[in-house]
């Protein structure tokens, strides 16, 4: 059994609490709680945990053989002593803060003793070995996803594909030692791949000494996501991953546009997916006197964050929505300030549809803290920008067409050759420094992945000064630009794009003004006769006639 058959598997059991009138909101919630508990026993049967974290009379072999009202009373008496730390007499049963936390405020909404027991069953009927070998931690991120896809709503709205967050890992090459954080973190995607990767290129940690080891599990990662139940969600996703953090957690409660952002620690590597839109009341939520440019557009409060908190020479990697990159005003203020402060060395132009929100348009932007050279250059970092079109003439994704590693894999390529072959050969390569320089200063344009050579081209990005003199080059899907053709031909907007959509509309083969004017004018006509004899229909011809008079007095006519 496979961890997609296992996902599936839980996934049915909603329609089991769909019978004790809970919803698909819900569901995750319900399900983890028990969950949780089931995975930290398998864990601990497994040896992946050196210790099990949950206190005695709260684990699932105090559950998995009772039934009936008994066994309904003592999981809620378990969720209540997990939340408090004691139980319902008010004996002490722990006083682990992080157990505290994932278990905030839980309670079942299940009613039914018999679809407890339903639960219970089936998580006890599950292959665990099978989802011990692909990871449970996996495993659960499985469901996470699915939660996102399914329920249409909440976090599923951004939910960052796994794909793509393995990805942007990839490129940012986070080593070992290094400070990883997520301002944004919501159910920690970011934070675990990030471990992961670590894990991978250092034998699941066995090539560090005991004080690395112990550094890699309780401080290299932070992460900071304002929705408690998320939280919720972030914390056991990082358990089941090994990753302790402090007493807090790894994924701490609070906004990071407040004091929870502000008091963080610089950090080596950022990598985010912050929430789109507008902060809610105008800026009351975004209350950083640290941040230079005010702004109510949280994408362009969370940028600044995030630039701003990294070490000399840190690096980042942030999605970011199509706004971010042309809008006027603060926004402008904002780009100019991250190309001065940083290296803007990457824009990735990613499809629409991979998003659960349709028609969103985003990108993500990699950039490092000062020059290519001179990680602690304050001005002027930014030289070149080097842009990857992943979204002209390329189908928007969704369940019927699946968005893939495969579909990233020619942008990896090109983003650091070096340093694809060094991971390749086992080697875990540095991302910093003289390393990154060079990996620039080899970048050649030129990548015709998915067809680019059959798209037209838009002459007013292909001109001389970019240097592209040849047609193939300039059907080329990655592309450099200087930060001076950026200020003097785009106003320091970023919204670059050079190959035409099929579908889009050539404004050189537009008619003539005014016969696309004597259209428009042909189409209102019609639609106000029409309009017109629907209102004498309804039996309002006094009505109608007024409106005529209106309409014929403002186009000049008598009647």
């Known amino acids: ?51 099990h974290p949950l206190p005695e009379g709260c684990r699932w072999t105090d559950l998995n053989h009772k039934s009936g009202i008994n066994l309904l009373d003592d999981y809620k008496r378990i969720l209540l002593s997990l939340s408090s730390g004691r139980d319902g007499t008010g004996r002490l049963v722990h006083t682990d803060p992080l157990i505290s936390a994932v278990y905030a405020d839980a309670q079942t909404r299940l009613r039914e003793p018999r679809h407890l027991e339903q639960m219970i069953k089936a998580l006890d009927g599950i292959d665990w070995f099978s989802a011990q070998e692909d990871g449970l931690g996996d495993l659960y991120e499985g469901l996470l996803e699915k939660n996102a896809n399914e ?41 675990t791949a990030t471990d992961q990767y670590i894990k991978e290129h250092t034998d699941d940690l066995a090539d560090l000494d005991a004080q690395q080891q112990l550094f890699q599990q309780n401080k290299a990662f932070v992460g900071i996501e304002l929705v408690p139940g998320t939280r919720r969600l972030a914390l056991m996703n990082c358990l089941l991953h090994g990753m302790e953090g402090g007493e807090d957690g790894v994924v701490l409660l609070g906004n990071a546009l407040g004091q929870a952002g502000a008091s963080l620690a610089k950090a080596d590597v950022i990598l985010a997916n912050p929430p789109f ?13 640290d941040l230079t440019f005010k702004t109510s557009n949280k994408q362009l409060a ?35 300030d991250l190309m001065d402060k940083c290296n803007l060395h ?40 080097w842009v990857y079109d992943l979204r002209t003439n390329m189908p928007s994704f969704g369940k019927r067409t699946p968005f893939g590693e495969q579909h990233l894999k020619p942008f990896e390529a090109v983003y650091d050759a070096q340093g694809s072959a060094n991971v390749a050969g086992g ?15 080899e970048r050649q344009e030129g990548e015709w992945s998915f067809n680019a050579e059959e798209i037209a081209v838009d002459t007013d990005t292909t001109d001389e000064n970019q240097g592209v003199n040849d047609d193939r080059l300039a ?85």
């Not at 996934?11 to 004790?20: G, H, S």
């Not at 080697?427 to 390393?435: D, K, Q, V, Y």
Request: hydrophobic share 40%; net charge negative; aromatic share 8%.
């Open 1 to 51: 059994m496979t961890n997609n058959d296992i996902v599936q598997k839980l996934w049915n059991l909603c329609d089991v609490l769909r019978d004790d009138g809970i919803n698909y909101s819900d569901y995750v919630t319900e399900l983890v709680l028990l969950l949780f508990i089931k995975m930290v026993h398998e864990n601990t049967e497994a040896g992946t945990l050196k210790k």
């Open 151 to 191: 329920t249409k709503s909440g976090a599923g709205q951004y939910f960052t594909p796994r794909e793509l967050i393995n990805s942007m890992v990839r490129c940012v090459k986070p080593q070992h030692g290094e400070l990883i954080q997520d301002p944004a973190a919501g159910t920690a995607g970011f934070l």
């Open 277 to 289: 839109g507008t902060s809610k009341g105008g800026d009351a939520s975004i209350t950083r006197d």
């Open 302 to 336: 969370f940028l600044q964050h995030i630039y701003r908190n990294l070490k000399p020479g840190g690096r980042a990697a942030v999605v970011l929505p199509d706004n971010v990159l042309f809008e006027a005003g603060v926004g402008a203020d904002v780009r100019r």
């Open 346 to 385: 990457t824009i990735l132009r990613l499809p629409t549809g991979i998003f659960y929100a349709q028609g969103v348009k985003t990108n993500v932007l990699f950039f490092t803290k000062g020059s290519a050279t001179d990680k602690y250059q304050e001005e002027r970092c930014t030289e070149n920008v």
């Open 427 to 441: 080697r875990m390569p540095g991302a910093t420094g003289e390393a990154f320089a060079n990996v620039l200063s």
């Open 475 to 559: 059907k080329s899907r990655w592309r450099c630009f200087s930060r001076a053709w950026i200020s003097d031909t785009k106003s320091d907007s970023l919204d670059i794009s050079w190959l035409k959509d099929k579908d889009s509309i050539d404004a050189a083969n537009l008619p003539e003004p005014s016969v696309l004017a004597g259209e428009a004018m042909s189409e209102l006509v019609q639609a106000l006769g029409e309009l017109d004899a629907l209102m004498r229909e309804l039996g309002a011809e006094d009505k109608a006639d007024g409106r005529r008079a209106i309409i014929n007095q403002m186009m000049g006519g008598n009647q």
